[in-house]
Each structure stands twice: as structure tokens, then as C-alpha cells.
């Protein structure tokens, strides 16, 4: 059974920049595409970006697209989500999850089969 961690979650002042890490246990990451999500107060849960299995690819939403970046080591079984010129409106819960049955990586969350249990980021001065 898969499981997923999030850390590196806290406050950081717009424009600055906050790495998330996604630890996943019980099987290796390769076998899932991952998708990071994201949930302010109040709102839906939106996926923010997502990465194959393969690794090759990735898909961003339009409005991180430029400024956050998916990446994996399998080494360390973990995913990263680096967020780059950080703005108040990113401030939410952040979600690994993951699939192992869908065809592609997909910024919905139709089909994930996985969760963590998130991590709050938190930009303001």
C-alpha cells in the first residue's frame, strides 16, 4: 500500500520561494503518476502540476505555469514541488496524491488512488 508524505510546508513572504517534498513508502514511485493539488480556504481543490510516471513528463496549471516546478529522485522515493516568486493567492493546503491507473498524469482528481495528508503554505509579510 502506497503512502505519501508532504513537508517543507510554512510561511514565506511574496516573492520568495519554498521547496515541498512528498516522501511516498510501501512501493516505488516509478510504478505512479503523481499530482500536486492545492486547497485555500474556502475554495476547490485544484491541481497545481503533475508528472508521469516515467518521469519525461510533466503539465502545469496556467496559474503556476513558469513559477513552480515537479521534479523526482527515486533514490529517495520522493517527489518535489519547487515554488518559485511566491504570491498570497498560493497560499493554501498542498497535496501529493498519486495514481497507478490512469493512462497519464492528470491535474484532476478523477482516479487518484492516493493521498497525503498535506501541507500548509502560507504567503504574506
Known amino acids: 500500500q502506497l503512502q505519501l508524505v508532504e513537508s517543507g510546508g510554512g510561511l514565506v513572504q511574496p516573492g520568495g520561494s519554498l521547496r515541498l517534498s512528498c516522501v511516498a513508502s510501501g512501493s516505488a514511485l516509478d510504478y505512479y503518476h503523481i499530482t500536486w493539488y492545492r486547497q485555500a480556504p474556502g475554495k476547490e481543490r485544484e491541481g497545481v502540476g503533475c508528472?508521469?510516471?516515467?518521469?519525461?513528463?510533466?503539465m502545469y496549471a496556467d496559474s503556476v505555469k513558469g513559477r513552480f516546478t515537479i521534479s523526482r529522485d527515486l533514490a529517495r522515493n520522493t517527489v518535489y514541488l519547487q515554488m518559485n516568486s511566491l504570491k498570497p493567492e498560493d497560499t493554501a493546503v498542498y497535496y501529493c496524491?498519486?495514481?497507478?491507473?490512469?493512462?497519464?498524469?492528470?491535474?484532476?482528481?478523477?482516479?487518484?488512488?492516493?493521498w497525503g495528508k498535506g501541507a500548509l503554505v502560507t504567503v504574506s509579510s
Open positions: 508528472m508521469t510516471k516515467s518521469g519525461r513528463n510533466t
Open positions: 496524491a498519486a495514481s497507478g491507473k490512469l493512462i497519464g498524469c492528470t491535474l484532476t482528481t478523477n482516479g487518484m488512488g492516493y
